[in-house]
């Protein structure tokens, strides 16, 4: 019972995404990228269900992106068994970082987050690069498909932690949004969990029996979002309503839709 009630509220917030921020379309061709975390599963499984019921009709493939200089695994086996059992095509591609020259690393996209921003001369933060290198591959990855949406597996609390970032570390009042139009190439990034709570998830993904990366990445509790991550933690225990004020003020603000 309990199961039924949790797959219910997860369907009707990812419907209610698509919806209020207008995330898939008629024809869309959108490639999922599929680290093998518990988000990215989830929203594979969402959309690769969604696109069965022809309504809106569009289609689905995945990429996994494995990176050579960083020691984390995931079991591509097990990647590609999920993503055969629900029909998706699945795309493995191996890539390891750039260098930085003259301290700086070129970026196309417009989508500037706090960990962008913080970027030093002279420093290669590793989870800088190791998310541009495959958000690289996302991109040329989607042109040679022809996909005109790439989505990724980024939650609420992802959104709302990266706005706290962001006042916290640059001052301003922004946020990943649910939808962001690229400037420079013919792609839109959508995030279909934007309304779901990580609490969610990993409920979900314990009864699903989702399997858990072999390693984990040895970076992935040093950096800021680590420490927004704590002081989101005990702004909730302050006032519960905090995810739904500041989720309204990136409403009200318009910084869940970027054109």
Excluded at 196 to 218: N, V
Aim: contains cysteine; proline residues 3%; hydrophobic residues 35%.
């Amino acid at each position: 019972m309990e199961s039924r009630r949790l797959e219910k509220r997860l369907k009707e917030r990812f419907v209610k995404a698509m919806a209020t921020y207008h995330l898939i379309e008629d024809d869309d061709k959108i490639l999922v990228g599929l680290s093998g975390g518990k988000d990215s599963l989830l929203l594979t499984e969402l959309l690769a269900k969604r696109a069965k019921i022809q309504h809106p009709r569009f289609s689905v493939e995945a990429i996994h992106v494995r990176m050579e200089n960083i020691h984390y695994e995931t079991d591509t086996s097990y990647l590609q068994q999920f993503c055969d059992d629900l029909g998706v095509p699945l795309h493995i591609r191996t890539t390891r970082f750039e260098t930085i020259e003259n301290g700086k690393l070129k970026i196309e996209s417009n989508e500037r987050t706090a960990e962008q921003s913080s970027i030093k001369r002279k420093q290669k933060q590793p989870c800088f690069l190791c998310s541009w290198n495959r958000r690289k591959q996302l991109f040329n990855l989607a042109q040679e498909l022809g996909c005109n949406k790439i989505a990724l597996g980024h939650h609420q609390d992802d959104l709302i932690h990266t706005a706290l970032m962001n006042l916290t570390y640059q001052a301003h009042f922004a946020t990943m949004p649910a939808r962001l139009k690229m400037r420079k190439m013919p792609l839109t990034i959508i995030r279909p969990l934007c309304l779901i709570p990580e609490s969610d998830i990993k409920t979900w993904a314990e009864m699903q029996g989702y399997q858990k990366q072999q390693k984990l990445c040895p970076y992935e509790t040093n950096s800021h979002r680590t420490d927004i991550k704590q002081l989101y933690d005990a702004l909730e225990q302050m006032n519960p309503e905090v995810r739904y004020n500041i989720w309204g003020a990136l409403e009200a603000d318009n910084k869940l839709i970027e054109e």
